[in-house]
């Protein structure tokens, strides 16, 4: 099959195009298997329903609709590659990570399949839930053992359907002892209860299977170039003036001499370090921490700031400051600070 002519195009050319128009399917791609391996896995617990699955432009399960929405941006390497370049990582780009969201979002179509809303004891294990969106910001606690940790971000603890979503999606897990791994933990309650629930619910075909509808969710009737600038605005935050005292602590003020080197030079050589090692022990996304690197840079420039050339103590500094603004972020939604 030869590939569509869209795949040939520049980036500049490529974001023209309707996302709608570049007739993805996830038939024939390298999701396929990875779906049957999913319908694998349920088959394997006795489940038989199976959630349709479709190409969205994010990850998600519509309220009340029991199918799982996958990233467009998935079916395609050169899609992949647009994704990575713009927002610097591709959610659920490796098998294992597809996997792991997957099974969170089956969980989400088995809730809506089953109406597990209803059941007095789901209530009392996880909660109320309600038609409310789980919050893109939430105060979790790291430690916590009243819930599983699958995701990142703790996402269990954003929202009661996300903590059945999560509970679940670790009781599916193949070869995942999850009796020994909770062991001791009040987690281990939560999944003995979806054990005895998705027993219960074995060889059972589901009472609320609603018509899809292409027509209510067509989420990708438009351009790339727009749908790129609708996500990079919702990961952006503006940068304050309000770190301009933060800045001149961490690095010295004043003309450039012998010995010293400009902040933002600085700053620049060690980026990539810097935003590897934030994201793996923030779990902050890339695109982020990339665009607040950004802005400390331009304002370290604007500020004539510099930084001795060999100072050990200064690398500490700047990853532990740097690190309290993306903690800031991920507890309240801001990097600027409240006093």
């Not at 038939?27 to 319908?39: M, S």
């Not at 509808?213 to 996500?231: G, H, I, P, S, W």
């Not at 304050?240 to 010995?259: C, H, M, R, S, T």
């Not at 935003?275 to 022990?281: G, L, N, P």
């Amino acid at each position: 099959m030869e590939p569509p002519e869209w795949v040939n195009l520049n980036d500049d050319e490529l974001l023209e195009k309707r996302i709608s128009q570049l007739g993805l399917k996830l038939e024939g791609t390298e999701l396929q298997p990875l779906i049957h391996q999913l319908y694998d896995e349920l088959s394997q617990k006795g489940l038989l329903f199976h959630p349709p699955c479709h190409v969205g432009d994010e990850w998600f399960v519509p309220v009340g609709i029991p199918a799982i929405f996958i990233p467009f941006f998935l079916t395609h390497e050169r899609l992949r590659k647009l994704e990575r370049k713009i927002i610097l990582e591709v959610e659920g780009e490796t098998p294992e990570w597809f996997m792991r969201l997957m099974r969170h979002e089956t969980a989400h179509a088995f809730f809506y399949a089953f109406q597990l809303q209803k059941r007095t004891k789901w209530r009392r294990i996880f909660g109320n839930t309600s038609t409310e969106e789980t919050p893109q910001f939430y105060r979790p606690q790291p430690y916590s053992h009243s819930y599983v940790v699958h995701l990142d971000d703790w996402y269990a603890q954003s929202h009661p359907d996300e903590d059945f979503a999560e509970t679940f999606a670790v009781w599916l897990t193949p070869g995942l002892d999850w009796r020994e791994r909770y062991k001791g933990w009040k987690a281990l309650q939560k999944l003995e209860y979806v054990d005895e629930l998705m027993r219960s619910l074995a060889g059972k075909t589901p009472p609320h299977q609603p018509a899809y509808r292409v027509a209510e969710y067509d989420c990708l009737n438009v351009k790339l170039k727009t749908y790129y600038a609708r996500k990079r605005k919702l990961f952006e935050d503006v940068y304050p003036d309000f770190y301009d005292n933060d800045l001149k602590q961490i690095f010295a003020a004043g003309p450039e001499v012998a010995g010293r080197l400009p902040a933002s030079k600085y700053l620049r050589q060690r980026r990539r370090q810097l935003m590897d090692s934030i994201c793996q022990w923030t779990n902050e996304k890339r695109f982020r921490v990339n665009k607040l690197l950004t802005r400390l840079i331009e304002r370290c420039d604007q500020l004539g700031l510099h930084v001795q050339a060999e100072d050990a103590s200064q690398n500490l500094q700047v990853s532990a400051y740097l690190t309290t603004l993306v903690m800031n972020h991920l507890f309240t939604g801001k990097f600027k600070r409240t006093k």
